[in-house]
């Protein structure tokens, strides 16, 4: 049996339509607010109004890539989706250090208690708060994905710990991983200690490895040890041009590779229409497939990126499967 966690319950594969796996929907209650402000993303009405643009241009799902104790609200992840029509796929799981105050719980606690706190999410429910302090209040809204950081910034001494817990919880509930990377430096090497935990590389989802689109062997490196390539920095245009990415995801296709390419636009406050931007969400619907179009890529090519691969990614298997409401 396979099937997709989202905050209003679980759904079929087939249900999950066009899907950009790396997005930010909504964050409260984080101190990075303070000394990012890309990151305050934090008007839930606004938030709505960028998935209602958002399915209008055919969208259907999102994941949102905050994990656990960073500004992910669970319950207004659940009201968002309802609210507009967009199934989202919320995560468990850790981000990077800026997110947590000097001697938050994510810098002590041990491995076992992470692993079972993680499965929590994904098997029961998400927990409210985290940031400030141990999550108390657990709502019976699930997380359907694991997010997990390997950088050279990773909390030193806890890089593996914390990605060893990721893995493990990610394994036992038959979720993703997604991975967090710079420009996907490291990535094999994180999937080598993944598949320790018994996590293959079919179920992780390497991030950011299109922030830079000329050294080509770092992608096939990584597209060879199994794993999904998200190519999520399509709108990030002070980083690349449309062209550059198009002409990765061309040779990539060239290559073999098409069934294990994602794209999205992890998108900060910049760059989200509702919140006074040029470009949002809808931007890959709108803007990127007709250029896409325009280069070569046929219909068949687009919807195995943007149907059948989230798809395959996202999937859940085994025992478990619980029915809305």
Known sequence: MEWITTVEGDIDVEELGHCQPHEHVYLVETPAQLSHGELRISNLAASIEELKGYRRAGGCSVVDAQPLATGRDARALADASKASGVHIIASTGFHLRFFYEPGHWIYSMDEDRLTRLFLQELDEGMFLGGCYGLPEYQTRIRAGIVKAVWTEDSMEGRAELLLRAAGTAAREAGTALM????????????????????????RVLICHADRQTEDLGVHREIAEAGAYLEYDTITMLDIHDNESEIRLMQYMAEQGYLDQ??????????RLKAYGSAVGMDYILTRFLPALREAGFT????????RKNPAAALRRAGKGRREPG
């Open 179 to 202: 991975l967090h990377t710079d420009f996907g430096k490291g990535a094999v090497e994180a999937l080598d200690l993944l598949s320790g935990t018994g996590l293959p590389p079919d």
């Open 261 to 270: 390419l994602l794209i999205s636009t992890d998108p900060t406050l910049d």
């Open 299 to 306: 219909e068949e090519m687009i919807h195995t990126v943007t």
